[in-house]
């Protein structure tokens, strides 16, 4: 008798669940295979804080990226402690730094100096800046009074390698952003005008595509790259590489944005909507669009990656942005020379960022993918 | 068949014009033109270049000219005469410079090609038939960083690596004696003891994506009823596996495998700058920092050229390798 109503009881459950997805939209039911790929939302979590800390650089890097501590030139990265010999526990701190002769190699080189402690704290006033160009403030999220303290150590003019890889990541993430935003504006355009009118406008757009492809990325990007002025301002610059990163990748939305809207036209659910008699304009923005944008979002997703990294080779090799400007390529200049980085390793934090934002957006647009199409398997 | 050949060998020539045109811009696209550059440059090291010098320069480029004809003049040099111009950094002609590297550069990509293909698609096969298993959660976790690294910092990590867990310092293609040193078997064996390296670390992300590939491919094979049909019939695994499934799977590698040509051309360019490798990458990048833009053009061209020709022997062994695309069947579903 108990059996018969747990079994009941389970399939009412699995009644309510059918009936929920029977009514679910489609995003909802993107959503609900999105959750599953649990290394997608993983993903999707650490680039929301990537770019939270995006938002807030100025707060969250304790420093200016360009100050200069004139004393502590490539110094290491200090640890935060919360235990010390004498006092036990005490709250986060770093031990001070001193300079000595290394007596094998005669460089001179930081060790801890156990006796100075500058205490960590959150809330710190520090160095001016205007948040987004409004706010002006001195609030930085952590920092210490008594002495500097550089989380990630500092390059070889005594920058803080730590505010420098924070506002690094400004360019270095909406550059990918910017740049897919347009080559997406291109791509949707070029690719729905080929796939809607079809005809001789198709073909010379197809053409046109086919040639982009055919050209290597690597050696095009590099060349119109190293056509761009040197005297140029950093926003131009930016710029101008977001414009070549786009230049070359609409091609490939195009062609998906095309070969999406032929299939679509011969869909049933097409035909039925332009049976009951619904304008062309109503059939595309709510039974065309809807039905590939997902796939849109999964397959820009997964070429931002390829931006990011397209501008961070560039910078790396001194074709793309230049210092002043602090993007993660340009600061990875600094690691070119293997033995400069043999001693002073922590220069290569940089890239480790790199490889995680590049991995995350692989992960999450692999999982958008799988999501978008949710009555697969 | 022949006829797919020839329209698609039709179609070459007017991408080859548009690409010619494409790289005259970016040749041209820098400030100023390339003569003022070199003429500064003689100057800054002293070394004075005479009236004539400069005429003759003027006329063999036609740079007194407008922009059309400069192109003519450019392009007929090369189809021609084969003159690519003179590279005003190395102050020698381009095809002089090309034709030191070129030889290398293959010999690196070839090696890194072979291996991208035998261990990419083997261990693809694997781990779609070992779905699930650990080896296949492995290589799927290899194939993943190998895409998303990208050469030249898995080159700088690796390097660093070497040099100070094992004091190895990575860099170049011969050892210090040989490194101007004439060719001889000597120097042969050094280098296939150095080339190691910088192989498997260009081959890396191409291995990985290969992975990656053959792995969905096969998968998506695997599931057809055919092979159900083929295993019922009672054909022996491996059997069923290489006469159909792999067959098809590796097609859209197929499709591919023109870009391997200019690659063979130019070597992986930014793992060999970092590598310190004598191939043409290192040079196209030298020649783009200095403006040297009859090297870069030169080598664009070149790069672009033998993409163009290697897609098209993609299509003619697609088509030859699978009866689908030669009977003019496109894919229509």
Same mark, same amino acid.
């Given at each position: ?18 009936e ?33 800390i995006?938002?807030?650089c ?6 200016? *990226?360009?100050?200069?501590?004139e ?20 709250? *986060? ?5 001193k ?6 190699t005669?460089?001179?080189?930081f060790?801890?100096?156990?006796s ?8 710190v ?5 205007k ?29 803080d390698?730590?505010?420098?890889v ?19 504006i ?14 001789t406008?198709d ?10 492809v ?16 040197q005297d140029?301002?950093?926003?131009r ?30 869909e049933?659910f ?17 039974h065309m ?22 501008e ?12 002043p400007?602090?993007?993660?390529g ?10 400069a ?7 290569l ?14 992960f999450?647009?692999?999982g ?5 199409? *949710?009555?697969?398997? | /068949?022949?006829? #797919? ?8 020539i007017p ?52 922009l ?19 590279s ?13 590297r ?28 070992k779905?699930?298993? /650990?080896f296949? #959660?492995?290589?799927?976790?290899i ?25 190895? #310092? ?9 490194v ?10 050094d /280098?296939?003891?150095?080339i190691?390296v ?6 890396v ?8 590939? /053959?792995?969905?491919n ?15 019939? %009672? ?11 792999i067959?098809?799977?590796? $097609? ?10 200019p ?14 490798l004598?191939?043409i990458?290192?040079?196209?990048m ?42 003019? $069947?496109? %894919?229509g579903?």
């Open positions: 008798m108990m059996q018969l109503f747990t079994k009941l009881a389970r399939r009412k459950k699995e009644e309510i669940k059918d929920k997805i029977f009514l679910a939209s489609q995003w909802q039911l993107m959503w609900w295979k999105f959750k599953r790929h649990k290394l997608a939302m993983v993903s999707m979590c650490i680039l929301a804080f990537l770019y939270i995006v938002l807030f100025e707060f969250i890097a304790p420093y200016d *990226p360009w100050e200069r501590f004393d502590y030139k490539n110094a290491p990265p200090q640890l935060v402690r919360f235990y010390s010999k004498e006092e036990g526990f005490r709250g *986060p701190f770093v031990y001070g730094m300079q000595e002769m290394d007596m094998e005669f460089r001179k080189v060790v801890e100096d156990e100075k402690k500058y205490a960590v704290r959150l809330f006033r520090g160095s001016k800046y948040l987004w160009g409004l706010f002006e403030s001195d609030l930085h999220l952590f920092g210490s009074k008594d002495g500097p303290v550089f989380l990630f150590g500092t390059d070889e003019l005594g920058r390698l730590f505010s420098r924070i506002y690094g990541a400004r360019i270095s993430l909406t550059i990918g952003l910017v740049g897919v935003f347009l080559s997406f291109l791509g949707t355009l070029l690719g729905g005008i080929s796939g809607y009118f079809g005809g406008i073909e010379v757009i197809q053409r046109t595509i086919d040639f982009l055919s050209i290597p990325t690597i050696p095009l990007w590099m060349a119109l790259s190293a056509a761009i002025p140029w301002s950093v926003i610059t930016y710029f101008a590489i977001t414009i070549i990163l786009s230049l070359v990748g609409w091609g490939g939305l195009a062609r998906v944005v095309r070969g999406r809207l032929l299939s679509l036209r011969e049933d097409i035909l039925a909507a332009r049976l009951t008699g619904a304008s062309e304009w109503r059939i595309i923005t709510r669009l809807p039905s590939f944008a997902s796939h849109l979002i999964a397959s820009i997703t997964l070429s931002i990656p390829g931006m990011i990294l397209g961070t080779s560039l910078s790396f090799i001194g074709l793309g942005l230049r210092p400007a602090i993007s993660w340009v600061l990875l200049q600094d690691a070119q020379q293997v033995i980085v043999a001693h002073y390793p922590w220069r934090i940089p890239a480790f960022f790199i490889i995680v934002t590049v991995l995350s957006f692989n999450l647009g692999d958008l993918r799988d999501a978008a199409d *949710p009555y697969s398997r | /068949m022949a006829g #797919y050949v020839i329209r698609r060998f039709l179609s070459l991408l080859l014009f548009i690409l010619s045109i494409v790289v005259f811009i970016i040749i041209e696209l820098p400030p100023g033109d390339f003569l003022t550059v070199y003429i500064e440059q003689l100057k800054s090291s002293g070394v004075l270049i005479s009236e004539e010098e400069i005429a003759r320069l003027v006329k063999q480029y036609a740079l007194d000219k407008p059309h004809i400069r192109y003519i003049t450019w392009i007929k040099n090369i189809i021609l005469h084969g003159d690519f111009g003179r005003f950094r190395w102050n020698r002609p381009v095809v002089e410079l090309i034709k030191e070129v030889a290398l550069s293959a010999v690196i990509s070839l090696f890194s090609i072979v291996f991208v293909w035998i261990i990419g698609v083997s261990i693809g096969i694997y781990s779609a038939v779905q699930y298993s /650990m296949d #959660y492995i290589f799927t976790f194939g993943f960083i190998g895409v998303s690294i990208p050469g030249f910092l898995l080159a700088l990590l690796i390097i660093w690596f070497a040099y100070t867990k094992f004091d190895i #310092y990575i860099s170049g293609l011969f050892s210090q004696q040989f101007d040193a004439p060719w001889s078997l000597a120097k042969v064996l /280098m296939l003891k150095r190691w910088p192989v498997i670390i260009i081959a992300s191409g291995i990985a994506g290969n992975i990656r590939t /053959m792995r969905a096969l998968l998506d094979e695997l599931r057809k009823q055919y092979v159900t049909v083929a295993r019922a019939k %009672g054909l022996s695994e491996t059997r069923l596996l290489i006469k159909y499934p067959r098809i799977a590796v $097609n859209p590698m197929i499709s591919t495998i023109g870009w391997t040509l690659a063979i051309f130019s070597g992986e360019s930014l793992a060999s700058i970092i590598l310190n004598p191939t990458g290192p040079l196209l030298q020649a783009l920092l200095a403006q040297d833009m009859y090297l870069a053009g030169s080598l664009i061209l070149i790069m672009g050229a033998l993409t163009l020709v290697g897609t098209l022997i993609s299509d003619i062994l697609l088509a030859w390798a699978d009866p689908r695309i030669r009977y003019g $069947n496109t %894919g579903k």
